[in-house]
């Protein structure tokens, strides 16, 4: 029998409420490169002054019973930074340290990544203070519902549709749809994307970041006038992201020179067998690149891929790999970047300096977000498309998201990582304007 | 089962210390990890964890990794005073693709901060790892099809400083969770 609630011992874990860092949050830094955007474009003060600010923020105490009878209340987070552009899009992140500002960062990211690729989107983002590890299945479920049901208000399939970030995954997403569903008293799956595929997922989402950053890759190299069949291509982090788009680039005919994953890497200039490698994985215990030799094979480490001689370099691992210290070393002339933010700001400056043309993640790694786009749409329209007709809705969009960011960093002589935020901007921005402010 | 155990006399202070030595650390490492998803998933014992883990999935996988980070890091942190906490974290390029699942299990990647590096506590992970991968293969009845670690040591220095595996702790996209702290 449940405790009185007087009797129950209510944790908001101090661990948790920790005071802001020194150093500029997250939603400072987006402010900073908006405001430096704002003057590149002439933005009118009045749209710079709204996209400045985000249009909700809720903060909700959740409280979850948990299953030693103790009540302990999570501190969560819904935050939507502009619906001008159609309804708001973003993950929910289960982690100990999200915080507001971090929150409002991501969702403004998530403004300019759904504009830069066209889907009508706006941007959100959303997170809830806990720690996955200490809590049971059980417990995880009835934080979901209470959280979906605490941020309901502002939730809809015509408002705001999250998706999975760090730490939640679509079993969750499915306690948030079943939770809407509840609640509403009708079937509700369209509120969320990243679902399981007999729940109103899509096909094809796996391979759909992947698939995304080999179709950017191939149209930057036919912008730039070369032949498929001649370049070649080394890719950092052999994951579901890097080994997706290696394979995808393998078959328009380029040449897959080097991998790496934690274990280093493996290189032959003449190009790497992926099925034998790929063999190699699947038997080694430790399933890394450590299971692949081969006699035409040489061992790399991490850092050596980066500064191998290949056209292109696909950094599709973690985070801060290219930095001030080995961007000079650098071999590629392209770098597509199929991680979130492999390149440091220094780094950045260094190769713009190079002259290495940089397809910044923004737009490089934006298949997950499009078929997520697409995910609604079926679940919308309740019909669900084949694998084959969401790939090549992918191709499309992320073609013609390439040839706008390009042909905007070309028309303002930017670099386009640059260019690709400034027409996200501008698109924003263009939507505001053209709804006005209502009443 | 009795476990063998080192026996080390620590003469200055006459207390004697009993640790575990690698192989029992393994089993007691992965007992305890196999209780840790049987208790967070509300199995009735040790064993339905070790079947469910056997027929594979995300969610049992996902705490069978926190169990076993927990357990290496409070052994690692018995033997050596430099070990100051241990995080998990995932190598996926973006978290939404970890959502969607791998096709084969991966490593357990564990990041463990110390004081300061040393070849003492590497030599000790080498150990602790081989072990596991022994006793993880048996009971999965599966040689050579193992599930190991991944272990990265970084010190306060490079996480103050932000550099190689210390720079991940203040990440973004990649944030390891704690899983133990000294």
């Known amino acids: 029998m449940q405790k009185p609630l007087t009797e129950t011992l209510i944790k908001t874990d101090a661990t948790y409420l920790v005071a802001p860092a020194a150093k500029p949050s997250l939603w400072d830094t987006v402010l900073a490169s908006l405001d430096d955007v704002a003057v590149q474009l002439k933005l009118d003060p009045g749209i710079h002054a709204i996209l400045r600010e985000p249009e909700r923020e809720l903060t909700v105490a959740v409280p979850v019973l948990m299953d030693d009878g103790t009540l302990k209340v999570f501190r969560g987070y819904r935050v939507q930074h502009s619906s001008a552009r159609g309804p708001c899009k973003g993950g929910i992140r289960y982690h100990p340290d999200v915080d507001l500002n971090e929150v409002k960062g991501l969702a403004a990211m998530m403004t300019w990544k759904c504009a830069v690729v066209g889907i009508p989107y706006g941007g959100a983002k959303g997170g809830v203070q806990c720690d996955p590890t200490e809590m049971s299945q059980n417990e995880l479920a009835r934080m979901t519902r209470r959280f979906t049901a605490m941020i309901m208000p502002i939730l809809g399939p015509k408002r705001d549709i999250p998706a999975p970030d760090v730490n939640t995954n679509p079993q969750i997403m499915a306690w948030i749809a079943d939770t809407a569903s509840m609640l509403g008293g009708s079937a509700m799956l369209e509120i969320v994307t990243g679902k399981p595929l007999n729940l109103g997922g899509s096909q094809g989402r796996k391979e759909a970041t992947g698939r995304g950053v080999a179709i950017v890759t191939s149209e930057m190299l036919r912008r730039a006038g070369r032949d498929l069949a001649e370049i070649t291509v080394a890719v950092q982090g052999y994951g579901n992201v890097g080994s997706n788009a290696a394979r995808i680039l393998a078959d328009m005919g380029c040449k897959i020179v080097a991998v790496s994953d934690v274990s280093g890497g493996v290189f032959n200039p003449h190009g790497l067998d992926l099925d034998a490698m790929d063999r190699g994985v699947a038997s080694h215990p430790k399933r890394t690149l450590d299971g692949y030799a081969s006699p035409d094979v040489e061992r790399i480490s991490n850092e050596d891929l980066l500064e191998i001689k290949a056209d292109v370099l696909i950094p599709a691992a973690l985070e801060h790999q290219i930095r001030g210290d080995n961007a000079e070393r650098i071999g590629a002339r392209y770098i597509v970047e199929g991680a979130n933010g492999p390149t440091t700001r220094e780094a950045d400056e260094i190769l713009n300096e190079r002259g290495v043309i940089v397809v910044p993640d923004i737009l490089a790694n934006a298949g997950g977000v499009v078929v997520s786009y697409l995910e609604w749409v079926q679940d919308l329209q309740n019909f669900f498309w084949s694998e084959e007709e969401i790939n090549r809705q992918l191709q499309g969009i992320m073609v013609r998201s390439f040839r706008d960011v390009w042909d905007f960093s070309q028309a303002h002589g930017a670099p386009m990582r640059l260019g690709a935020l400034m027409l996200a901007v501008d698109k924003v921005a263009e939507a505001v304007q053209a709804r006005g402010i209502w009443p | ?182």
């Open chain 2, 1 to 182: 089962m009795v476990s063998p155990h080192i026996s080390t006399q620590a003469q200055a202070s006459s207390i004697e210390f009993s640790l575990p030595d690698a192989s029992t650390a393994a089993w007691n490492a992965i007992d305890g990890a196999l209780e840790f998803c049987a208790a967070n998933m509300k199995l009735k014992e040790r064993d339905a964890a070790l079947a469910l883990l056997r027929c594979g999935g995300d969610e049992i996988r996902g705490y069978f990794e926190y169990g076993l980070a927990r357990q290496l890091a409070e052994y690692l942190a018995a033997l050596d005073t430099e070990v100051r906490a241990a995080y998990v974290y995932d190598t996926e390029a973006t978290p939404e693709d970890l959502a969607f699942g791998q096709v084969a299990p991966t490593l357990v990647h564990v990041i463990i901060l110390a004081q300061r590096k040393t070849s003492a506590l590497n030599s000790l992970i080498v150990a602790v790892d081989r072990a596991l991968t022994q006793r993880y293969a048996d009971l999965m009845g599966k040689p050579g099809q193992a599930h190991l670690l991944d272990v990265q040591v970084v010190s306060e220095a490079e996480v103050n400083s932000r550099s190689g595996f210390g720079a991940m702790l203040t990440w973004l996209h990649h944030r390891p969770l704690m899983v133990w702290k000294r």
